[in-house]
């Protein structure tokens, strides 16, 4: 009998124990793919203990095994170490944006340089090759392949047609004018504005005239940068412009046309702006727009080069007090821009859009047709923010709120609907 009841207490005794050891479990999955955005915590969880290190980012940025340590403290208060590893991998394949059919004249080289556009998430120089066989010097019609394979061995084909001809007719884009009372007819509601942006290349424009055709706000060319001598060039406009669009009444943002090749680069043109702007108040927030596509493959960039330029001029920027926008067409916020925890301009030119990502001004032409100003220009249409979407902006800049929690994709989700609506 004393003996059944002193083995009754050992387990017991251990049976508390073990109920009370701090255990440390791992994701099953510590794969992680270049560039993702995944946090400490979301890779480990302590059971009957607690973080001292607090919850940060990993670095996602290269290839390969990666030593992970972090700080806890047991439930005896014990404070420990703990270590793993973590093995970034590039599972994605890399990205053709091309046409289905090109026509060169015979004689002609095909610039596979520019044509198409071949990228990829990490890698800055993939192999982008024509298969199939074809003759510039003889007409005809040749069905071709495009491929690009990155160091990963991740391959991307697409299918294309190059005809060769003997003349080819140059054509011009011609597209139909767009009337803004139209436009306010088709889209306006109590839950958007009706805008424009303008730069140097809309000459002198009447704002005043502009605000009584409908207008409330204006996004205006601040400038564009480096040229060929590797500054960054005021818009010779812009001085004009934003005087009198304020003076008119009107709401007022900017872009700059960057040409980035760096994230130096990207910081010195967002600080070049805050000299610039010199303390001016601005209504709407400050674009990135990064859109040399054709020159893209001579630049020596990956998808996270871009989009870390991108990040670095708003953080710069953010650091002021100025809010930020991302620029974008469809075809490349699709494919290569990350837009999770960015304001969104989307260019998308049509009648309405199948974008389906949130967004939060949408360029839907550049022949629109403004009273106050000569020739065409774009118009775009601001959707108000609800009291859901600041709430989760608010906390996600404050890093109160993770941006892949639920109840900040709710309150971006919201702002989607509202915006195509």
Same mark, same amino acid.
């Given at each position: 009998?004393?003996?059944?009841?002193?083995?009754?207490?050992?387990?017991?005794?251990?049976?508390?124990?073990?109920?009370? *050891?701090t255990?440390?479990?791992?994701?099953?999955?510590?794969?992680?793919e270049?560039?993702?955005?995944?946090?400490?915590?979301d890779?480990?969880?302590?059971?009957?203990?607690?973080?001292?290190?607090?919850? !940060?980012?990993?670095?996602?940025?290269?290839?390969?095994?990666?030593?992970? *340590?972090?700080?806890?403290?047991?439930?005896?208060?014990?404070?420990?170490?703990?270590?793993?590893?973590?093995?970034?991998?590039?599972?994605t394949?890399p990205?053709?944006?091309?046409?289905?059919?090109?026509?060169?004249? #015979?004689?002609?080289?095909?610039n596979?340089?520019?044509?198409?556009?071949?990228?990829?998430?990490?890698?800055?120089?993939?192999?982008?090759?024509?298969?199939?066989? !074809?003759? /510039?010097?003889?007409?005809?019609?040749?069905?071709?392949?495009?491929?690009? *394979?990155?160091?990963?061995?991740?391959?991307t084909?697409?299918?294309?047609?190059?005809?060769?001809?003997?003349?080819i007719?140059?054509s011009?884009?011609?597209?139909?004018?767009?009337?803004?009372?139209?436009?306010?007819?088709?889209?306006?509601?109590?839950?958007?504005?009706?805008g424009?942006?303008?730069?140097?290349?809309?000459?002198?424009?009447?704002f005043?005239?502009?605000?009584?055709?409908?207008?409330?706000?204006?996004?205006?060319?601040?400038?564009?940068?480096?040229?060929? #001598?590797?500054?960054?060039?005021?818009?010779?406009?812009?001085?004009?412009?934003?005087?009198?669009?304020?003076?008119a009444?009107?709401?007022?943002?900017?872009?700059f046309?960057?040409?980035?090749?760096n994230?130096?680069?990207?910081?010195?043109?967002?600080?070049?702006?805050?000299? /610039?702007?010199?303390?001016e108040?601005?209504?709407?927030?400050?674009?990135?727009?990064?859109?040399?596509?054709?020159?893209?493959?001579?630049?020596?960039l990956?998808?996270?080069?871009?989009?870390?330029?991108?990040k670095?001029?708003?953080?710069t920027?953010?650091?002021?007090? !100025?809010? /930020?926008?991302?620029?974008?067409?469809?075809?490349?916020?699709?494919?290569?821009?990350?837009?999770?925890?960015?304001?969104?301009?989307?260019?998308?030119? *049509?009648t309405?859009?199948?974008?389906?990502?949130?967004?939060?001004?949408?360029?839907?032409?550049?022949?629109?047709?403004?009273?106050?100003?000569?020739g065409n220009?774009?118009?775009?249409?601001?959707?108000?923010?609800?009291?859901?979407?600041?709430?989760g902006?608010?906390?996600?800049?404050e890093?109160?709120?993770?941006?892949?929690?639920?109840? !900040?994709?709710?309150?971006?989700?919201?702002?989607?609907?509202?915006?195509?609506y």
């Open positions: 009998m004393k003996k059944i009841i002193i083995l009754i207490l050992v387990i017991l005794l251990c049976g508390c124990n073990n109920k009370n *050891t255990i440390i479990n791992l994701n099953k999955n510590l794969n992680i270049v560039g993702e955005s995944i946090y400490l915590y890779l480990v969880n302590i059971k009957n203990g607690s973080f001292i290190t607090k919850n !940060y980012l990993i670095d996602t940025s290269e290839l390969g095994n990666k030593k992970i *340590t972090f700080n806890y403290e047991t439930n005896n208060n014990k404070k420990e170490k703990y270590s793993f590893k973590v093995n970034i991998i590039d599972t394949p990205v053709i944006l091309s046409n289905s059919t090109y026509e060169i004249e #015979k004689g002609k080289n095909f596979i340089s520019s044509n198409p556009l071949c990228g990829d998430n990490y890698d800055r120089n993939i192999k982008c090759e024509i298969l199939g066989d !074809y003759n /510039t010097n003889k007409i005809g019609s040749y069905k071709l392949k495009f491929s690009a *394979t990155d160091t990963s061995k991740n391959k084909e697409k299918d294309f047609t190059l005809i060769v001809k003997d003349k007719n140059s011009s884009y011609n597209p139909s004018p767009k009337y803004l009372k139209d436009i306010i007819k088709n889209y306006k509601t109590n839950k958007n504005e009706i424009i942006d303008v730069s140097t290349w809309q000459g002198d424009i009447d005043n005239k502009a605000k009584e055709d409908g207008i409330s706000f204006v996004m205006i060319r601040i400038g564009f940068g480096h040229n060929n #001598k590797n500054k960054n060039v005021l818009d010779n406009k812009f001085l004009q412009n934003i005087k009198n669009a304020k003076k009444g009107l709401k007022v943002g900017i872009y046309y960057s040409y980035a090749e994230e130096k680069q990207a910081k010195d043109q967002a600080n070049w702006i805050i000299k /610039t702007l010199n303390n108040k601005l209504d709407l927030p400050i674009a990135f727009d990064w859109e040399d596509w054709e020159e893209f493959n001579n630049y020596n990956s998808f996270i080069d871009l989009n870390n330029m991108a670095v001029f708003f953080d920027l953010n650091e002021k007090g !100025y809010e /930020t926008i991302l620029y974008g067409s469809a075809t490349y916020l699709n494919h290569i821009w990350d837009t999770t925890n960015y304001k969104i301009w989307l260019a998308h030119y *049509t309405k859009t199948d974008y389906s990502n949130k967004y939060d001004m949408w360029q839907l032409t550049s022949s629109g047709v403004v009273n106050g100003i000569d220009v774009d118009i775009n249409i601001l959707y108000n923010y609800n009291v859901f979407c600041l709430l902006d608010y906390l996600w800049k890093k109160i709120l993770n941006p892949n929690s639920d109840l !900040y994709l709710s309150a971006q989700a919201v702002q989607s609907v509202s915006a195509m």
